[in-house]
């Protein structure tokens, strides 16, 4: 069993930073890509940075120039430093890993339970 635990979430104003944190724990596997995605109110859930195993970045263009993702592969962790964080930020932010298990042979997508981030005006 994979599971995906995250940290970091919280109420900041406008203009101000937060860092997201998100570890795979488990046994018996390797991370593919690592990434997070957000679910405003209302809203569809959409993608906001991943990176690969290699290091090969995406983000969203609404958050190019402000946040940054990063990868430690020997912890399993993912880190998403958002800065410049605008009321537009505000959504539950959800960690997604793409995993292969060494006991199905197969990948398979995991997702954390999310954490709140709030920003305020």
């Known amino acids: 069993q994979v599971q995906l635990v995250e940290s970091g979430g919280g109420l900041v104003q406008a203009g101000g930073s937060l860092r997201l944190s998100c570890a795979a724990s488990g046994s018996g596997f390797s991370i593919n890509v690592m990434g997070w995605y957000r679910q405003a109110p209302g809203k569809q859930r959409e993608l906001v940075a991943v990176?690969?195993?290699?290091?090969?970045?995406n983000y969203a263009d609404s958050v190019k120039g402000r946040f940054t993702i990063s990868g430690d592969n020997a912890k399993n962790t993912v880190y998403l430093q958002m800065n410049s964080l605008k009321p537009e930020d505000t959504a539950v932010y959800y960690c997604?890993?793409?995993?292969?298990?060494?006991?199905?042979?197969?990948?398979?997508?995991?997702w954390g339970q999310g954490t709140q981030v709030t920003v305020s005006s």
């Open positions: 990176v690969t195993s290699g290091g090969s970045t």
């Open positions: 997604n890993a793409n995993i292969w298990r060494r006991s199905t042979f197969r990948f398979s997508d995991y």
